[in-house]
């Protein structure tokens, strides 16, 4: 792993180009202050005088082509290997030309020289040093999934470069290229916060194991699914209703149609499949429900592909890949096009109710000691939309009150939590908590939200949050497709 010269001159050439795809991974637009991070400073400082050079002013003529962050790791890869499948990867998916990639790297040569970039990268070589011990040691465990990976896609793999991104925040991309033996890759990873001046990455831990490099695995399988879902395009689009279907949710990931979606899936799938390898099947479950819930609601389907995959040896990948969209075509015709999720998740789910909320507004109902998960309920109404939202306590309130959609947050001994208790999917008994979808109890400060039909009117819904004691809980982590989930602190315990 590594800082990339390459890779960081082109991401600084880009920062000074700021062409509409960077805003995305642009530090300034992710919360990352020059304050709280001054090496953005540093680059800004030493570079503003070169911002119209000429391969800044290529940088822009080549992105008004189509040439994105994809492209920017596959030209620093090209640039460290003179591999050809990279350029011919950019200029497929770009409208730009060989020669004027071409032109566009002198270009950038000239830069590095006319600005001595070598001389501002030698500067910053502890900074980056430390970048990468940090980032080893938050991923103790990365050399566990290549074995896995070569198992799944049936492919040789040298040891993986990861290229950390010190100067593009939430930027994450994976190239694969044919080597002497096997495949090659390449994975770029930007950084999501700072503290004390210093870049900090995700792990995606918190939804595997506890040393699970999640982020890794999933970047690790992406460009085999890329590469093997292009031919599909084309096929994929008649299915657009899938993606319809859940693109408020989707456009956050930062994916704007069904193929990018169906290629989220699929390497969520492969990360399920090496948890559940290498850390078991509890690890595996967390993370498949965490995601599907995100959002990928035809993941466990993929999963159950998967998993027959893996007990027929002699299949190819090619053969897996086309069982994919066979299961994306019955997931469509079995959801009647993405209009009813309930034939393939539980519902109704907090998007159901961000849906009809906004229709017809919403009532949050409170107990006065849970008055910050209200306001935050009222955060999370403004977030997805909803603009007619009114606030009450639970106090001396009467069944004709709770008619419509309602937000009700209360403790587990207030009545209004008893009056409804059967009806809900857990039990709350002093310190525990009982789940009965999967039979296991919880003991502790616990949270617990769930999406149901108003039992008060058949026309609303209910989104009710409920614990024990609001003084030493921390909030629900919401997730978009859940119907309901267990948490404490941080940590889900169950979610659907």
Request: aromatic share 14%; no cysteine.
């Amino acid at each position: 792993m590594e800082v990339n010269p390459n890779l960081e001159l082109l991401s600084i050439i880009f920062r000074l180009s700021r062409p509409s795809w960077y805003k995305d991974y642009n530090p300034n637009n992710n919360r990352v202050s020059d304050l709280d991070y001054p090496y953005l400073k540093d680059i800004d400082d030493y570079f503003a005088k070169y911002k119209d050079s000429n391969a800044v002013k290529m940088a822009t003529e080549l992105s008004n082509k189509g040439f994105d962050g994809r492209s920017m790791v596959l030209l620093a890869s090209y640039m460290d290997t003179h591999n050809k499948e990279l350029l011919q990867e950019i200029t497929s998916n770009t409208n730009a030309s060989e020669a004027e990639i071409n032109k566009f790297i002198n270009a950038v040569l000239e830069f590095s020289k006319e600005s001595n970039f070598k001389a501002f990268y030698t500067n910053h070589t502890s900074f980056y040093q430390d970048i990468v011990k940090g980032f080893a040691q938050q991923n103790p465990d990365i050399a566990s999934i290549l074995p896995a990976a070569e198992a799944f896609f049936h492919t040789k793999l040298k040891p993986v470069r990861i290229l950390l991104e010190p100067s593009m925040a939430y930027y994450y991309e994976a190239v694969a290229m044919n080597a002497s033996e096997g495949k090659e890759i390449y994975i770029a990873e930007g950084f999501t916060g700072a503290i004390h001046g210093k870049p900090f990455f995700s792990t995606g831990r918190g939804s595997g194991g506890a040393n699970a490099p999640v982020t890794i695995a999933w970047l690790i399988s992406y460009p085999f699914f890329y590469k093997a879902f292009s031919p599909y395009a084309s096929n994929i689009s008649e299915y657009e209703g899938l993606y319809d279907s859940v693109k408020e949710v989707m456009k956050l990931w930062g994916t704007s149609n069904l193929q990018g979606m169906i290629l989220q899936t699929a390497s969520a799938a492969f990360v399920t499949y090496y948890l559940n390898l290498t850390y078991g099947s509890e690890s595996a479950s967390k993370y498949m429900w965490m995601y599907t819930t995100g959002g990928l609601y035809f993941l466990p389907a993929f999963i159950k592909v998967m998993s027959e995959y893996m007990n027929t040896p002699n299949e190819g990948f090619n053969v897996l890949v086309s069982k994919l969209m066979q299961t994306v075509r019955e997931v469509y015709v079995k959801t009647n096009g993405g209009k009813d999720l309930s034939k393939v998740i539980p519902t109704p789910t907090v998007l159901d109710f961000a849906r009809q909320a906004k229709k017809t507004g919403v009532k949050i109902f409170y107990n006065p000691a849970a008055l910050n998960a209200a306001r935050m309920a009222g955060s999370l109404m403004n977030y997805v939309g909803v603009e007619n939202y009114t606030f009450h306590t639970i106090t001396n309130v009467t069944s004709s009150d709770l008619k419509g959609n309602i937000i009700l947050i209360v403790s587990s001994d207030d009545l209004l939590y008893k009056l409804i208790e059967k009806q809900l999917l857990v039990t709350f008994n002093g310190s525990t908590v009982y789940s009965k979808v999967t039979g296991k109890t919880y003991h502790g400060p616990t949270m617990f939200a769930e999406i149901l039909k108003n039992p008060w009117d058949p026309n609303g819904l209910l989104y009710i949050e409920v614990t024990q004691d609001w003084t030493v809980t921390s909030p629900v982590p919401v997730r978009y497709l859940m119907h309901y989930i267990i948490s404490q602190g941080h940590n889900i315990l169950e979610t659907r």
